[in-house]
């Protein structure tokens, strides 16, 4: 199946390109970039519109196997090209847990027969997470991981955490950490501070994640690993990152649209979309994380699509599960919260995405995957959560208005998502 991407401009910084052009497509890979016309081809025209390499998030909660009422494989990758992105990672806290190749070879193989999406599983670190000993890591790589997690919970043991930075290293593949001591956030629910004491919430307090972050970042030097924060949320972890970048180390950091757009103060009338896990933290905190965005410290947005069923988040605040559903409003989010220049954009939604994780890359150059993310940046629109193609609901998003969309999403060549004003 052959198409012409027309007339759009071309950004893709890992390429140093940012001009107009078109892309012709022929069996799903890119065969050519430039001008001039390509006789009976199909044509999608995207003059005035921003042609980028195919995003990627790398923090992605699918629920299958095991909790598919919240979402599915086939949903959640919907959801995914719906919101711009051609591939996800899909985090291994299934149930049971991807933490043996069988699993990795059932999410591959409902992936390819029923999401628009690419979708890259990740390993669990630990066996049934349970922190106890390593999963099967190697197994797991020959099956087809992009990279090791328990996220949903920390590598508490150090001793363990240093076994697995060890170990991926022979796959060149990342660790990637939900940072929390577990002791100093036990039954906390919101982000400790004013908030936490006005509404008489138990708070985790920051340091939960800076001490879980500093602690990685002694065992990534000693060990040489490749080692990758998850959702950081601090000020405090965004000074650790920075410090640790600066003296060589292999530490990369990604940063939720969620955690530069709301503050504790979203807790305020109890609404569970508000809660989750890092927890929504102080204005400082955003401040911190935006100017880490803009400088380099952080090196990719990614969603953490949690769904859940909303039964559950009508529960009270204290007993209702952390996490909300981010694939189809990360990038407007993103694109108009932060004003940052396109190619850095592109760059934390694309390029880095894809040297944090185990993939072969992807971007516009000749023989690449056919993958595209297409940008409408004056598009101005309002996110209606029941229009998701998600499974669940639980966004606090619902009603926002919005500037900037993905207005088409291509994978493999084949146009996967289309809205046109
Ligand atoms: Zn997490």
New binding site residues.
């Given amino acids: 199946m052959d198409l012409v991407v027309k007339n759009g401009r071309i950004v893709d910084p890992s390429q140093k390109l940012d001009r107009v052009a078109d892309i012709l497509i022929r069996d799903g890979l890119i065969r050519t970039i430039g001008d001039g016309a390509f006789a009976d081809v199909p044509v999608f025209d995207a003059t005035g519109l921003i042609v980028a390499p195919g995003f990627f998030d790398i ?1 992605v909660h699918l629920r299958e196997p095991g909790t598919e009422e919240a979402e599915t494989i086939a949903t959640g990758g919907s959801a995914a090209v719906a919101g711009g992105f051609t591939a996800v990672a899909a ?1 291994p806290n299934t149930n049971p847990p991807n933490d043996n190749p069988s699993i990795t070879y059932y999410i591959l193989s409902e992936a390819r027969r029923s999401s628009p999406a690419r979708v890259f599983p990740i390993g669990a670190i630990t066996k049934e997470q349970k922190g106890e000993v390593l999963a099967e890591i190697g197994e797991m790589f020959e099956a087809g991981i992009a990279g090791i ?1 328990d ?3 920390p590598v508490m043991n150090a001793q363990l955490f240093r076994l697995a930075l060890e170990y991926a290293q022979m796959f060149d593949m990342p660790v990637i950490q ?1 940072c ?1 001591d577990l002791n100093l956030s036990k039954g906390g629910v919101m982000h400790e501070g004013i908030y936490s004491t006005r509404l008489g919430l138990k708070g985790i307090p920051a340091a939960a994640e800076e001490t879980m972050v500093s602690r990685d970042i002694t065992l990534t030097h000693m060990t040489h690993g490749k080692y990758h924060v ?2 950081l949320s601090t000020r405090g972890a965004v000074e650790i990152v920075r410090e640790a970048k600066a003296r060589g180390l292999r530490v990369s950091a990604e940063v939720t649209p969620h955690h530069f757009t709301l503050t504790d103060a979203a807790v305020a009338d109890y609404d569970t979309n508000a809660k989750m ?2 927890p929504l933290r102080s204005a400082d905190d955003v401040a911190a994380v935006v100017e880490a965005i803009k400088d380099g410290t952080i090196d990719a947005i990614a969603s ?1 699509h949690a769904p859940h069923h909303i039964n559950l988040k009508m529960l009270e605040f204290d007993r209702a599960p952390f996490g909300i559903t981010g694939l189809e409003t990360a990038v407007g989010l993103a694109l108009t919260k932060l004003q940052l220049p396109i190619t850095r954009l592109v760059e934390l939604l694309s390029i880095n995405p894809q040297k944090i994780m185990k993939v072969k890359s992807w971007g516009l150059f000749e023989g690449s995957a056919a993958d595209l993310t297409i940008l409408d940046l004056k598009r101005s629109w309002t996110f209606d959560v029941h229009r998701s193609r998600s499974r669940s609901r639980n966004s606090p998003f619902h009603g926002w208005q919005l500037k900037g969309k993905a207005v088409a999403t291509i994978v493999g060549g084949k146009v996967v998502y289309e809205d046109r004003a």
């Fill in positions: 923090h985090m997690s996220d949903g919970k939900h929390e998850a959702h896990n890092p953490d």
